[in-house]
């Protein structure tokens, strides 16, 4: 995925989160099914697990692969 995809996935899964947290549900829907409130909390956490990882990961590989020649051209 590119950063700017996981950011936005990421946002909203936050912002699910958020809103789900503050109604206070007793009960969740999920992909058109009813489920426990934590397991959907617990959904969206990932979510937004997996796109902070993937944007960590995408931010390193773009340092490791940044040319190292205008580095020390400038040094």
Same mark, same amino acid.
């Given at each position: 995925m590119t950063k700017p995809f996981t950011i936005v996935i990421g946002?909203? +899964?936050?912002?699910? %989160? #958020? !809103?789900n947290?503050?109604?206070?549900?007793?009960?969740?829907?999920?992909?058109?099914?009813?489920?426990?409130?934590?397991?959907?909390? +617990?959904?969206?956490? %990932? #979510? !937004?697990?997996v796109c902070v990882y993937n944007y960590i990961y995408i931010e390193q590989n773009t340092l490791k692969n940044r040319p190292k020649s205008k580095l020390k051209s400038k040094i």
């Open positions: 946002i909203l +899964a936050l912002g699910a %989160l #958020i !809103v947290i503050y109604m206070n549900p007793k009960v969740s829907h999920l992909f058109g099914k009813e489920i426990n409130d934590w397991l959907y909390r +617990a959904f969206w956490l %990932l #979510i !937004v697990g």
